[in-house]
């Protein structure tokens, strides 16, 4: 790096907390909306409000919306750069947040929930490679995950509000959108203070002058089919599915289950669920404390256990407070190791500079499309039989992690070691004819 662009260059822990600030919003309003769906509900037939199926349609559009939003937004944050995504997806969020102030009806919030979830989704692959990219080999694996603890106190902003405004029933909805719209808004300027990423810039001029180096030959989707992306491709589209599936029960439906299956009112649940969020901060910073070493496998077949033991706590000791509490807590600590952190160092360091977005995006779009499937039946399965249900998520939690340990137990080579290698003659020429054609 040169002494000017040392001089010039954004502090990555700056950006890693502008960027992070992306994952604040994102899990301030996925959390949030499942809070304010529950609020919007209908209790008393014949009267306004939501009904159990149409909250598990409007869970699933944002769980859609997400992934549509990461397999788009990944793709063209590699194709036009990582800042104008980010800038655009981030607008998106905020104008999907003033839906309930026009009505809390089904019609009116489908269309703004659809738009809040095309914009988390497309938002992360770009706000991750920027961090990725503006980070080094010694803490990039530090700052992913303070950026993904930031996300943690945005669950803690819904829980707040459902606390202390969950009462108010459409109020005190319309206060949690509100909230979560309002902090992107601040977002959305702070990242105009940060360029686009330098990666990137050198990937595409090297592009343009026709220099054959790894960052600007390897962005075509054929790529993946390549042995050394293969492997992490495949093994973080798999485990990661199976673990969101397993885990959007306790995050999406957490309040659902504490209403509709345990009898607890909202606030009070949401009280509770305040204990999760000094777990969320040890378990990250202990994860910060071995990211970037050799001992973060060991750490993440620890994790993998605890989630999958504590998903089974209230199908033994029954639906009552304690036990999600219990289990909400346990599995937010030990998620800190083996779920979306190391998911995302993984595949940061996996995946050269115009293919990083791309694998990023595409990892959360086949995870969300697959859980959006399951949340839109999820409230009548729990409804009809909670126990089974928690039984086979963690089945399903524990084939997820299983595969990722066998995909990433030795390793794979990071891309930001070869970034700059020139490819050999023969692949610049194939790749020179196929660009002609």
């Known amino acids: 790096m040169s002494a000017l662009s040392a001089r010039t260059a954004p502090n990555p822990w700056w950006v890693g907390f502008v960027c992070g600030m992306a994952t604040f919003v994102d899990a301030a309003a996925t959390t949030g909306i499942g809070v304010a769906l529950v609020l919007f509900q ?62 809390v009806s089904f019609g009116l919030l489908l269309p703004g929930i659809a738009l809040i979830g095309l914009g988390v989704g497309a ?132 309040t659902f289950v504490a209403v509709n299956v345990a009898g607890i009112p909202v606030n009070e649940y949401q009280t509770w669920t305040l204990l999760a969020m000094p777990a969320a901060i040890l378990g990250a910073v202990w994860f910060m404390a071995v990211a970037d070493t050799t001992f973060r496998m060991s750490y993440y077949v620890a994790g993998a256990i605890a989630v ?13 407070l304690p036990a999600l509490i219990v289990s909400v807590v346990v599995t937010t600590f030990a998620g800190a190791f083996c779920f979306e952190t190391i998911m995302k160092v993984w595949t940061q360091e996996s995946f050269p500079t115009m293919l990083r977005s791309t694998a990023q995006g595409t990892v959360y779009a086949v995870a969300r499309f697959a859980t959006a499937a399951f949340n839109v039946v999820t409230p009548a399965l729990l409804l009809l039989n909670p126990s089974a249900v928690y039984v086979a998520v963690s089945a399903v939690a524990a084939a997820g992690f299983l595969i990722g340990w066998i995909g990433f137990r030795r390793g794979v080579t990071n891309a930001f070691d070869v970034e700059a290698d020139v490819v050999s003659a023969s692949e610049a020429n194939a790749s020179a004819a196929t660009l002609a054609r």
């Not at 194709?79 to 102030?101: E, K, Y």
């Not at 960052?215 to 993946?224: H, I, K, S, V």
């Open 42 to 103: 209908s209790f008393i037939p014949g009267t306004p409000g939501l009904t159990p199926d149409q909250v598990g349609l409007l869970t699933g559009v944002l769980t859609a919306g997400v992934a549509i939003g990461s397999l788009v937004g990944g793709r063209l944050a590699d194709r036009f750069g990582r800042r104008r995504i980010f800038l655009v997806t981030m607008s998106l969020i905020v104008l999907g947040s003033l839906t309930p102030f026009f009505g």
């Open 123 to 254: 938002d992360l692959p770009a706000a991750l490679a920027s961090i990725s990219e503006a980070a080094t080999d010694r803490n990039r694996g530090k700052i992913l995950v303070f950026s993904n603890l930031l996300g943690g106190f945005g669950i803690l902003l819904a829980v707040l509000i459902g606390i202390n405004f969950g009462q108010l029933g459409e109020v005190g909805g319309r206060i949690m959108f509100a909230a979560f719209g309002g902090v992107g808004l601040v977002v959305l300027a702070l990242r105009l203070t940060i360029p686009e990423s330098a990666d990137w810039i050198a990937a595409r001029d090297e592009r343009r002058n026709g220099v054959q180096t790894v960052r600007a030959e390897r962005g075509r989707l054929r790529d993946f089919g390549r042995p050394q992306y293969r492997r992490p491709f495949v093994t973080l589209l798999v485990y990661y599915t199976l673990a969101s599936i397993a885990i959007s029960v306790a995050g999406s439906f957490g």
């Open 308 to 320: 999958v033991v504590a998903n089974l706590v209230p199908v033994v000791f029954g639906f009552t």
